[in-house]
C-alpha cells in the first residue's frame, strides 16, 4: 500500500509497483481515504464513461506558485485546474490523493477529469 497514492500518477512508477507486486505474490492495495464509497464506485467502474471530481479548498491551502499564483489574489472562487487527473498530481501532489483514488477506482487517470 502507498503512502501517497498521488505517486501512481506516475505511470511508470505504477507499472514498476504493479509488477513487483506481482512477482512476488503480492496484490497492491489503495487505500480509499477521504473518498466515501470508493467499494461502491469500484464496483460499477464498467458503468463510468465520464468521471469529474472536484474539489473546494482555501486557497491558503494550496501552493499556489506552481499554477504561478498566490493565495491572496485569490478573493472569489476560482478554478484553479481543469484537466486530467494524471496531469494534475504533479502540480499538487499533497492535496489531490482522494482525486487520484477516484480515477483510479473509475475509469482511470488520463479520462477521469479534475476540476
Excluded: Y
Excluded at 494550496?62 to 472562487?77: F, N, W
Amino acid at each position: 500500500m502507498p503512502f501517497s497514492v498521488t505517486a501512481l500518477a506516475d505511470a511508470a512508477l505504477h507499472q514498476r509497483v504493479l509488477a513487483a507486486a506481482g512477482a512476488h505474490g503480492h496484490r497492491l492495495l489503495v487505500p480509499q481515504g477521504a473518498l466515501m464509497g470508493t467499494d461502491a464506485l469500484l464496483g460499477w467502474r464498467h458503468m463510468w464513461r465520464d468521471v469529474t471530481i472536484a474539489f473546494r479548498k482555501h486557497p491558503d491551502n494550496i501552493d499556489l506558485g506552481v499554477v504561478g499564483r498566490r493565495a491572496d489574489e485569490i478573493r472569489t472562487e476560482t478554478v484553479v485546474f481543469d484537466g486530467p487527473v494524471r496531469d494534475i498530481a504533479p502540480l499538487f501532489p499533497r492535496n489531490v490523493n482522494t482525486m487520484v483514488t477516484c480515477a483510479l477506482a473509475t475509469i482511470g487517470l488520463d479520462r477521469c477529469r479534475a476540476a
